[in-house]
């Protein structure tokens, strides 16, 4: 691929968005003065004879079950249960563990699920070469923050993360890969991004009992907070061959920022966004939804350069989908794309929880997520 002209676009949007967030997080910790004590509670081995494992209650599915019931309920005990899951902390290392049994619990096995580990060392020249190597002074102090007395969340001496990976093999070895990042931003993080993670629990979930063609491999990717760690690591660790049997890359992030659905799709080649035959056939499925369930979505296809996980597949070239939920009356339609890095509404604030967003817009965390359950649902089960 021709990475000068990418890493142009690439460049303006990180810069324009994850970076100056960072920024003010080392704003924050050198105007606290603090710097962090480094405590070392035990590291979870993720082997699976080793994994020591205990069994999460989880919601259950039956034929009748609305779609977005049991999303709900997996937002709900992150919001309540893993909250701060800052990355490189070993509060996000305690929700990859439970992530692991809770699709144990499912009926999933180890041979279905991997854990791919991997530390800031191993990444940050990789994510270099998108975001520049100024990124690496940011993540040590965003590393350095996490422990601080002030927030508290106790960075991992390993500087390690983890990708949680389940593979639903289907008839043909061509791959959807669906992704959302665990770890948070502080606070408890509903919408940023438990609600992309509780979609792709239920939809796992839902998977247990559907017949999917194609192979689909969820990953629970972690360190997106610290710089798209976590994807940046998994795109790069693919064989050529895993890359030539992907078929699209759908990314689910912040489906709780406001009450309207946005899909925002596309490839980009020579700096410039296209599309082909599967956006088509993602237009055609949104439509359908929208008549057949009375949901509105709408298409939005400059917002797959959002700055979130499917960044990290569009740079190889892959099709791919951001999905999130925004509200038109706000920050997003006055500031465009820069209204994932600006004061929005809840993204990176202690609004960012499901008591607010409960009360801000009510009945819309069941009806969001109710909406991306169908139609990720359809987006998977469709005939490329
Ligand atoms: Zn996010």
């Not at 040590?140 to 927030?151: G, H, K, Q």
């Not at 093999?169 to 770890?183: I, K, L, R, T």
Request: aromatic share 14%; glycine share 6%; net charge negative.
């Amino acid at each position: 691929m021709d990475s000068n002209k990418t890493e142009n676009t690439f460049q303006r949007i990180i810069k324009s968005g994850a970076v100056r967030m960072m920024v003010a997080v080392v704003l924050v910790a050198i105007i606290v003065g603090v710097v962090g004590v480094i405590r070392s509670p035990s590291e979870i081995s993720f082997a699976p004879d080793s994994f020591e494992q205990t069994s999460p209650e989880i919601p259950q599915l039956s034929a009748g079950t609305p779609h977005g019931q049991i999303a709900v309920d997996y937002v709900y005990t992150l919001n309540s249960d893993f909250f701060g899951r800052f990355p490189l902390s070993y509060r996000e290392m305690d929700t990859a563990a439970w992530l692991v049994e809770v699709l144990l619990a499912m009926g999933y096995t180890w041979d279905d699920i991997s854990v791919q580990e991997f530390t800031v060392e191993d990444t940050l020249h990789l994510a270099y070469d998108v975001f520049g190597e100024e990124m690496g002074f940011l993540v040590d102090l965003l590393y350095l923050f996490c422990s601080s007395p002030f927030v508290n969340f106790e960075a991992r001496e390993s500087r390690q993360s983890q990708n949680v990976i389940l593979t639903v093999p289907g008839q043909s070895n061509e791959v959807m890969v669906v992704g959302a990042h665990y770890d948070a931003f502080m606070y408890p993080g509903a919408s940023d991004n438990a609600s992309g993670v509780a979609l792709l629990l239920e939809s796992a979930q839902r998977m247990r009992e559907l017949d999917n063609y194609y192979t689909i491999i969820y990953v629970f990717f972690g360190a997106e907070e610290a710089g798209l760690l976590g994807s940046i690591y998994y795109v790069n660790s693919l064989t050529q061959e895993q890359h030539d049997n992907i078929l699209f890359m759908i990314n689910a992030d912040v489906l709780l920022e406001g009450p309207d659905l946005f899909y925002m799709a596309g490839y980009v080649r020579d700096n410039t966004r296209g599309e082909n035959h599967i956006t088509q056939t993602w237009d055609y499925i949104a439509q359908n939804v929208e008549t057949q369930h009375g949901i509105t979505i709408t298409a939005l296809p400059d917002g797959v350069l959002g700055p979130s996980d499917q960044l990290a597949f569009l740079l190889f070239e892959h099709t791919a989908m951001f999905l999130a939920g925004l509200d038109k009356n706000e920050y997003f339609y006055r500031y465009g794309m820069d209204a994932f890095s600006s004061m929005t509404r809840v993204l990176h604030s202690p609004r960012d929880c499901f008591y607010y967003i409960n009360e801000r817009w009510p009945g819309k965390i069941d009806d969001n997520m109710r909406g991306f359950s169908l139609l990720l649902e359809e987006f998977l089960l469709a005939d490329y």
